[in-house]
């Protein structure tokens, strides 16, 4: 389980750390390639659990949310190998 969040001490470090435009690129930044992909994982999880109360098959519908799990997971690593500094800097 991850650790919780402290926005708040986020929010101060994102004061000291960026201007207003790099944090304006950035939360652009997550919310095209990040929050989508997260909105629609979640979705999709309700789909699962409305198809399991019918007893439909799952198997279309897993294999796609895995796929989809799997392309937010690799946005996140790309912006994470973008924003994190090079070596040596």
């Not at 198809?51 to 796929?67: A, F, I, Q, T």
Request: glycine letters at 4%; aromatic letters at 4%.
């Amino acid at each position: 389980m991850p650790k919780e969040l402290d926005l708040d001490a986020l929010e101060a470090d994102f004061d000291t750390n960026f201007s207003p435009e790099q944090r304006e690129w950035l939360a652009h930044l997550l919310h095209d390639h990040v929050s989508g992909l997260v909105a629609t994982l979640a979705m999709q999880v309700e789909i699962v659990k409305k198809m399991l109360d019918r007893d439909m098959d799952l198997n279309d519908e897993v294999m796609s949310l895995k796929e989809n799990m799997r392309n937010a997971a690799e946005h996140i690593k790309g912006i994470e190998t973008v924003i994190r500094p090079k070596r040596g800097e």
